[in-house]
């Protein structure tokens, strides 16, 4: 394992235990380690600090220990064990209501770089480093070692998400088993999960706790349900009894998963519409005083902090509709998954929204992502969801 040196001073982010070390703060290596390799991180003065992934880039290594310690069979077992433990303390893993969760979230389970969800008997296992990518035949024999004979399949789904760069030509697939069978359970709630050809891992987990609200304001009302994908939001609102149910989504595949999930739950049930549409168009085009339970779900509108300030303008934009819109008495459930996007300034965006229409908006709520998408309190770059129920008079 190569050794790897830092410049004066620049130690002292991990003495903080934050898990990244960027490029800028190494002073040299004793020899070139490649991509996905392990190194040691040592101190100007030689101290042993950290012990991670590296990776070409600007976070060069990711911390997987802090301790001098093998990073072996063993060591990935434990990890695996410390997050499984946590989400039963949760209540999400061991729920007959429930078995789908997230059970391991990067860097808030110490494992920078890994996202594993559990879907059924099925485990959809993402790498975002080319660390974890090398590891991953080591990572699926610990997540089977500790999910036992719960866990059948195991899908491997980096084709996106390993850097361009390192040119992996990565192709999606199965490490353990292969059963079509698609169909999870959460909150009582059924969905098909399409984790061959679906975004993230084939469902937004962590948008449970917040659906689950929804559900709680959904009776009588009529609800929209923008930027829908799988329709988790749509399912909820419909067991709690909301009158009428209006699911969009600019992309038909999306609208054909929606399409589905409400009928697994409410076969024949003629509440539900889903419409193949650009949200700011449908909510230009609909009717006044349509709905009066609108969610605003859209995808991260600033990847990176360049692209900040057309992210808040895009937010106003869309909330500004909303508010415009939505019949007097009325919810709005809006959210923001960007993580450059902090919950001021999200909230911000919507504070001018809210003012160009002149309506009364109380906050009822403020909301963000759930226990199993966990913030490891050392990286606070980990929060990244954050929404807010409004009451518009
Ligand atoms: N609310 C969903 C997750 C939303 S993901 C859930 O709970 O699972 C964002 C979705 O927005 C994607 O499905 C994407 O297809 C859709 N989308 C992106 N741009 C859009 C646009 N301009 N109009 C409508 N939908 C859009």
Known sequence: MTNIYLKRGKDESLRRFHPWVFSGAIHHFEEQPAEGDLVRVL??????????????????????????????DAFWRRRIQVALDARRSMGVADNPQNDTFRLVHGEGDNLPGLVIDIYGATAVVQAHSVGMHVVRQQVAQALKDVMGERLQNIFYKSETTLPFKAGLGQENGFLLGGSPDDVAME??????????????????????????????????????NMFCYTGGFSVYAMRGGAALVHSV???AKAVDLVNANVELNFPGDTRHEA?????????????????????????????????????????????????????????????????????????????????QSGRN???????????????NIYHPEGEYLKGLVLYVE
């Open 43 to 72: 101190t100007a003065e030689g101290e042993f600090i950290a012990v991670g992934h590296w990776q070409v880039g600007s976070i060069a290594v990711r911390v997987l220990s802090f301790v001098e310690e093998p990073i072996d």
């Open 187 to 224: 909150n009582g709630l059924r969905f098909h999960i399409d984790w061959l050809r679906g975004q993230k891992t084939g469902f937004f987990v962590d948008q449970r706790d917040n659906r689950s609200l929804l559900e709680r304001y959904s009776a009588g009302r009529h609800v929209l």
């Open 249 to 251: 989504d600019s992309s």
């Open 275 to 355: 419409f193949a549409e650009d949200a700011f168009r449908f909510l230009q085009q609909m009717e006044q005083d349509a709905y009066d339970l609108i969610v605003l779900d859209p995808p991260a509108f600033a990847k990176h902090k360049d692209a900040l300030r057309n992210a808040l303008k895009g937010y106003t934009r869309l909330n500004l509709r909303a508010f415009e819109k939505i019949r007097p008495g009325g919810i709005l459930f809006t959210f923001s998954c960007s993580q450059a996007v902090s919950k001021d300034q999200f909230r911000m965006a919507v504070f001018t929204a809210a003012a």
């Open 361 to 375: 908006v109380r906050i009822l709520h403020q909301l963000h992502q759930p226990a199993d998408h966990p913030i």
